[in-house]
Structure formats: C-alpha cells, structure tokens
C-alpha cells in the first residue's frame, strides 16, 4: 500500500533538496521557478487523489493512518493519519502553496532559489502538522514551519516596512507559545508513565487516557500552556500584536500563506487536541474563550477601518475573521442546554470558516500585492477610480470583499451563518454582541476598499499613469482558483460540509454523551 501522507508531506522537502544543486546565476533562475511550481502540483494532485478518491467523507474516524516506531526508548511513533478536519485543509496549503510559487515566478528576481527552496521547505512543515497524529511529531512540524517564514519575511520582505522587525517579532512571539506547549507536552508524557510503561505522546490515544483527569490544578495548567501556543498563532486577543507588522513586511506570497495556512494550525491544533485530550477544561473556560473571541471580532473589524495602509487593513481583518471560528469553537464546547445538532452546527461553521479565510484572505493578499506591484504604495489615499480604469481587477477585488464581508452566495456567508446559529443557543450574549463585527466589518470594507480604491475619481497626478494596467494572464490565473471555491462553496457548501460534519460529531461526542 502506498503511503500516501508520508509522500505528499515529504515530497515538498524532496524538492527543496533538489533546488540545491541547481546551477547558479541569473539563467538558471527561470529553470528554478518552473521547476518549484511544477514539482508544487505534484503534492496538489496527490492532495485532490486523496480527497476525492480515497477518503471516505461519511467516516469520522482516522484514514489512511500509517505507524511505525521511532524513538521507542521515549515511545515516540511515527503515526498520521487523516479525517474531516485536516482533509480540507491539506488540500488548501496544497493549492495556496502552488499558486503562491506560480505568482512569485513574476515578482520574485533575487535570490530566487532560496525563495523557493524556503516555500517548498515551509509546505512541509505545514502539511505536517495536519496530519500527525504523535505529539513528539507534530511539535517536529510545528517547528519546521517557523524557520522558513522567519527568513521569507527578513529577507524578501518590503525593505520600507522593517522586514527584520516583523521576522524577529514573528519569531519569537510563536516559539514563546512553543516553549509552553513544549511543558505540557512533558507533562502529559509524564503523567500517562508509570514504573512498567513509558508515558506516550499519541494524541488520540492522549484523548482516551484523558491526563490529569483527576487533577483539576495540573490539568488547567496543561490547557492553558497549549491553549496560550494555539492563540497565539491564530492570532487571538490579545496575541495578535505581531500578525499586522507581519503581513505588511511580507512578500505577497508570505502573506497569503501566512493568512491562508499557517494562521489555521492555531485553530486546527485548538479543534485536534484541546478539545478531545481536555474536554471537561475547556468546557468550563468556554465562556473565556468565547469572551476573547467576541473582543478579536469586536476590535479587529475597528481596527481595520482605521487603517490606510491596504495590506494592514487586510491583515486586521484576519484578526476579525478568526475570531469568528473561536467564537464557533466556544460555542460548540460551553455548558448549556444547547443540542449536539447546535454544537455540531457551531463546529462545521468553524471549521468551515477555517478554509473559507484562508480562501478568501488568500486572494485579498493577492490582489493588494498586484496593486503594490503597479502603484508602489499601498497607501488608500492615494488610490480611487480603479474600477473603471482597470476593470478585471475590480471585479476580482469586488468578489473577494463581497466574499469576505459575507455576501449570500459567496462562501463567507455560509460558515459566519453556521457559526451564529450554533452559538446562540450557547453564547447568547457573545454572540449578539459579535453581530457588530459584522456590521463594523462590512462597513469597513465596503468604505476603505470599494469606495476608496474602486469608485471615486481617478487622479492621475498621484501616482505614474504608465504603472497602471489590468491583470495580466499569469495574475488572472493565479486568482481564478480561489474565486471558483468562493462561488462554489457560496452556492453548494456541502462540497465541504460534506467532509466536515462527521468529524464534527465525532470530536463533540466526548462533550456530549
């Protein structure tokens, strides 16, 4: 039997290796960036085979699982495994990974094969931690996926914005979160010890064992620590301090992985490991949680609006956008009378909202790196009457604003809809309170991008005439990908939803018996 996860996760490193003994200098670049994208698709197709041809959505328990021992003095394994919540988002960092490589061919012209090498490398790490199924391993992974942002972001960010700034705050702000996993992690290994058996690090087998059940003290802190490494990487109020100098010094592509994926293994490790290994903890903090999350909504849509640099705009807005997927995490994990149909309905519509952000996000970065690219500024003062200037992009920019301020028929709507339902029947109060993000973000968006970018009255005296012009084939296919999913999962949501809500069900069943 092929090992298909180990393949796909181990393909990107393959190439990365490959990259280094290509030839250097300014002719071999092109060979690089071919290479890179093309070797990209290899793991894209294997994610899509895999997906849909040999997942079963109607199963909500891990597939294709493989084992082996690995360090059996400590007994750490090499278990993965796949299901619900991680199938979705493997096939996104796949498909962002390979788009973000095809637009860096035309943007990218120095030190062109350590950029590749670094994205290739950062896919690894990525898909990694989506599908381990050992704490040990998925630490390894969690891990890996630092190094290589840390230099996309010093090296090739945009020298005005301090790249190595936003890198060194990027840096230590995850590994400081890292540091507390790491605690609970030994302890957890330490508690499920004894004198005739080694502790164990598997975290299904974790959720079984259920540590320091009896220990309400240890098993608070253990919550908290991992809780603390998974905010931070969401990012949640009040960790977020680091993601919007981040997303400005980063290189279009960085941003798009940096929002699309790497902000979804905060939310995916929260749904994965905190509530199965500590259901009873969480349940009682719920409404903590769910506090945070109303305040991220709250002050990330305010926050936005009071930006006038595009990119900054975008990069609040995240805050806003995660913060309803923990409000729908809350929501399905709080005491209360709501049914386990409400709770799951919360679940699905964070999970969700987890591959519609990074859709929809993913696109936006796009889109205000092609502006930049032209106009060398991000700055919306500066711009106004695009629309009818340059109309292709308008109508990508509109789709994607309409997409992430939650239009009917666009995917947005769908997962902010679930989210809601199911949290009013448990977070009443936050939930009505979290409404506002909605307005505050719709008028957000509809005030700082459509009204300031596409309508109004084009000034040509503010920036060089000879810069602007429409998309061009390698940009409109590079964002058609991510417009069809917005439309499609808008339209037939249950493509996903599919997949999710047995899973869904599944990890909710140690909350509701």
């Avoid at 190439?15 to 290479?35: Q, R, S, Y």
Wanted: neutral net charge; charged residues 10%.
């Amino acid at each position: 039997m092929i090992p298909w996860l180990s393949l796909i996760t181990a393909l990107p490193i393959i190439g990365a290796v490959a990259l280094l003994f290509f030839p250097k200098g300014e002719k071999a670049n092109a060979t690089i960036k071919w290479f890179a994208i093309i070797w990209s698709l290899i793991p894209l197709a294997i994610a899509g085979f895999i997906w849909f041809g040999l997942f079963n959505p109607a199963n909500g328990k891990m597939q294709l699982e493989e084992f082996a021992k690995w360090i059996p003095s400590i007994n750490v394994n090499y278990h993965v495994g796949v299901d619900g919540l991680s199938m979705p988002l493997i096939f996104l960092t796949t498909l962002l990974t390979t788009l973000s490589l095809f637009y860096s061919k035309y943007v990218i012209h120095e030190r062109v094969r350590e950029f590749f090498l670094m994205f290739l490398l950062l896919e690894t790490g990525m898909l990694g931690v989506f599908i381990s199924l050992d704490f040990f391993l998925f630490y390894v992974f969690w891990e890996l996926g630092l190094v290589p942002m840390y230099f996309l972001i010093a090296i090739w960010g945009h020298k005005e914005d301090r790249p190595q700034y936003s890198a060194i705050k990027f840096f230590l702000y995850t590994l400081a979160g890292s540091v507390f996993m790491l605690l609970a992690i030994i302890a957890m290994y330490i508690t499920t010890s004894s004198a005739t058996t080694p502790g164990t690090f598997d975290i299904v087998e974790l959720a079984a064992r259920k540590p320091f059940a009896g220990d309400w003290a240890f098993a608070s802190f253990a919550f908290w620590s991992i809780f603390i490494a998974f905010a931070i990487k969401v990012p949640l109020f009040p960790f977020h301090t680091w993601l919007p100098d981040a997303h400005t010094a980063a290189p279009t592509a960085g941003s798009v992985i940096l929002a699309g994926i790497l902000l979804k293994l905060g939310t995916y490790g929260i749904v994965r490991v905190l509530i199965p290994i500590f259901p009873q903890v969480f349940q009682a903090n719920a409404t903590i949680i769910g506090i945070l999350a109303t305040i991220s909504i709250v002050y990330g849509a305010l926050a936005a609006m009071a930006q006038t640099d595009f990119k900054r705009l975008i990069a609040y807005s995240s805050v806003n956008h995660m913060g309803y997927v923990i409000l729908g995490i809350a929501a399905a994990v709080a005491a209360g009378g709501a049914t386990l149909t409400d709770r799951a309905i919360a679940l699905d519509g964070a999970i969700l909202q987890m591959f519609n952000h990074g859709v929809i996000t993913g696109a936006l970065f796009f889109i205000v790196g092609m502006l930049y690219e032209r106009a060398h500024t991000r700055d919306l003062k500066m711009f106004g009457g695009l629309g009818a200037k340059v109309p292709v992009y308008g109508a990508m920019l509109l789709v994607a604003t309409f997409a992430s301020l939650g239009l009917p028929g666009l995917a947005g709507f769908i997962s902010e809809f679930m989210i809601f339902r199911g949290a009013f029947a448990s977070l009443t109060l936050l939930s009505t309170i979290s409404v506002l993000g909605i307005v505050f973000g719709a008028a957000m968006l509809l005030w700082k991008v459509i009204q300031n970018v596409l309508l109004g009255t084009f000034d040509e005296g503010k920036w060089e005439h000879k810069h602007l012009f429409d998309l061009t084939m390698p940009e409109i296919l590079t964002l058609t990908p991510l417009v069809i999913l917005m439309v499609l999962i808008g339209v037939y949501p249950s493509v996903l939803l599919n997949t999710i809500n047995t899973i869904s069900t599944a990890i909710l069943g140690v909350i509701v018996k």
